[in-house]
T-cell receptor
Framework: DQQVKQNSPSLSVQEGRISILNCDYT??????FLWYKKYPAEGPTFLIS?????DKNEDGRFTVFLNKSAKHLSLHIVPSQPGDSAVYFC????????????FGKGTKLTVNP | GAVVSQHPSRVICKSGTSVKIECRSL??????MFWYRQFPKQSLMLMAT?????????EQGVEKDKFLINHASLTLSTLTVTSAHPEDSSFYIC??????????????FGDGTRLSIL
């Protein structure tokens, strides 16, 4: 049972445009959500997070939106840059970030110059 | 920022060998570290939660006698794959969270270990 789903395995965007990565979850107990970026042969790097008491969190070019009623979150990157090309993982946990993370399968983002 | 170091990055060994992987938090202390495994085109799956000074908590379906975890200090956890076989070949990755500050802090990951059993 995949509790965290990233239904798009890949996404291609032109440099300067917006990248939107989507994530759906099924467990209503999840209350903390994170996005990680991963380059080949490296570990995931934390990007941005959001707790369930918020519906938006912004950090520079990255914004995460949370729609609890739809059990959906998205990561917006604007403007997209070629260096953003990587695999993006959505993750969720219960009882804050101290508990175990459940990951989606990832979305490979390619930003074309 | 919080840095987690994992060593070795790649291991190739014969079937039946035991392999030890180290995970260190370089600039922070971590009472809890996590060990994940990732198969190709799959998500990271939690194997076990490593607790400093106590036994690890294993996820369902993970053999604790196969995957030995030791968390001897606040900055070091080790995963030993005992008597490894080809089906144990995978990407193993650890993470840690700072023990101080707000509880909703993210986990920080090492760069992973690619284990190949011949």
């Amino acid at each position: 049972d995949q509790q965290v789903k990233q239904n798009s395995p890949s996404l291609s965007v032109q440099e300067g445009r917006i990248s939107i990565l989507n994530c759906d979850y099924t467990n209503s107990m999840f209350d903390y959500f994170l996005w990680y970026k991963k380059y080949p042969a490296e570990g995931p790097t934390f990007l941005i997070s959001i707790s369930s008491i918020k519906d938006k969190n912004e950090d520079g070019r990255f914004t995460v939106f949370l729609n609890k009623s739809a059990k959906h979150l998205s990561l917006h990157i604007v403007p997209s840059q070629p260096g953003d090309s990587a695999v993006y993982f959505c993750a969720a946990s219960v009882a804050g970030g101290s508990e175990k993370l459940v990951f989606g399968k990832g979305t490979k983002l390619t930003v074309n110059p | 920022g919080a840095v987690v170091s994992q060593h070795p990055s790649r291991v190739i060994c014969k079937s039946g060998t035991s392999v030890k992987i180290e995970c260190r938090s370089l600039d922070f202390q971590a009472t809890t570290m996590f060990w994940y495994r990732q198969f190709p085109k799959q998500s990271l799956m939690l194997m076990a939660t490593s607790n400093e000074g106590s036994k690890a908590t294993y996820e369902q379906g993970v053999e604790k006698d196969k995957f030995l975890i030791n968390h001897a200090s606040l900055t070091l956890s080790t995963l030993t794959v005992t008597s490894a076989h080809p089906e144990d070949s995978s990407f193993y990755i650890c993470s840690a969270r700072e023990m101080t500050g707000p509880t909703d802090q993210p986990q920080h990951f090492g760069d992973g270990t690619r284990l190949s059993i011949l």
